[in-house]
T-cell receptor, first 114, second 112 residues
Framework: NAGVTQTPKFQVLKTGQSMTLQCAQD?????MSWYRQDPGMGLRLIHY???????DQGEVPNGYNVSRSTTEDFPLRLLSAAPSQTSVYFC?????????????FGSGTQLSVL | KNQVEQSPQSLIILEGKNCTLQCNYTVSPFSNLRWYKQDTGRGPVSLTIMTFSENTKSNGRYTATLDADTKQSSLHITASQLSDSASYIC???????????FGIGTKLQVIP
């Protein structure tokens, strides 16, 4: 059971560089989302998708882009990395976007922007 | 503003002992509350869900309680094991996913 797979596990970028964090799920889940986790703060929603071709902004979307061309994949793009984007990023999915549905998380990507 | 506060921030207990983690929330309207366990270097994993009408729910050695009147929840761990060392995150939902509020978590360390 792969569940939610995130790559890479670790990444170091220089300010201004761009990159894509990959996320794939094999559970045929409708809902997918990206969160960032910073010390002393709860997980914060960046972007989410309720199905292929449908995406929307979360609480902290600035500096990030997403797309969802298939049910399985939901990549997160950093357009021009900034030190403030140093964080641990989690991709999560759930069967639907219903009330308080259980989230299945990937193992995270630790990103450092120098 | 919706808020979820957890206490204590960190806790160290001896293997075999019990402990209780607290979660206070100011989320409205309330849909449900989940407790997640997050091992170091891993993503959170759901332990249990509490809805408005539920007071107590057990999942093995984990027992969650909910008092919707005082907006408090607790997670009690019985006969702790070394594998219980993790962060425990309280998450309150007030609707769809864009309205989920995460607590900062309680970091539990179980020592031999």
């Amino acid at each position: 059971n792969a569940g939610v797979t995130q790559t890479p596990k670790f990444q170091v970028l220089k300010t201004g560089q761009s990159m894509t964090l990959q996320c794939a799920q094999d559970m045929n889940h409708e809902y997918m989302s990206w969160y960032r986790q910073d010390p002393g703060m709860g997980l914060r929603l960046i972007h989410y998708s309720v199905g292929a071709g449908i995406t929307d902004q979360g609480e902290v979307p600035n500096g990030y882009n997403v797309s969802r061309s298939t049910t399985e994949d939901f990549p997160l793009r950093l357009l021009s990395a900034a030190p403030s984007q140093t964080s641990v990023y989690f991709c999560a999915s759930s069967y639907s976007a219903g009330l308080g549905e259980k989230l299945f998380f990937g193992s995270g990507t630790q990103l450092s922007v120098l | 503003k919706n808020q979820v506060e957890q206490s204590p921030q960190s806790l160290i207990i001896l293997e075999g002992k019990n402990c209780t983690l607290q979660c206070n929330y100011t989320v409205s309207p309330f849909s449900n509350l989940r407790w997640y366990k997050q091992d170091t270097g891993r993503g959170p994993v759901s332990l249990t869900i509490m809805t408005f009408s539920e007071n107590t729910k057990s999942n093995g050695r984990y027992t969650a309680t909910l008092d919707a009147d005082t907006k408090q929840s607790s997670l009690h761990i019985t006969a702790s094991q070394l594998s219980d060392s993790a962060s425990y995150i309280c998450v309150v939902s007030s609707g769809g996913y864009q309205k989920v509020t995460f607590g900062i978590g309680t970091k539990l360390q179980v020592i031999p």
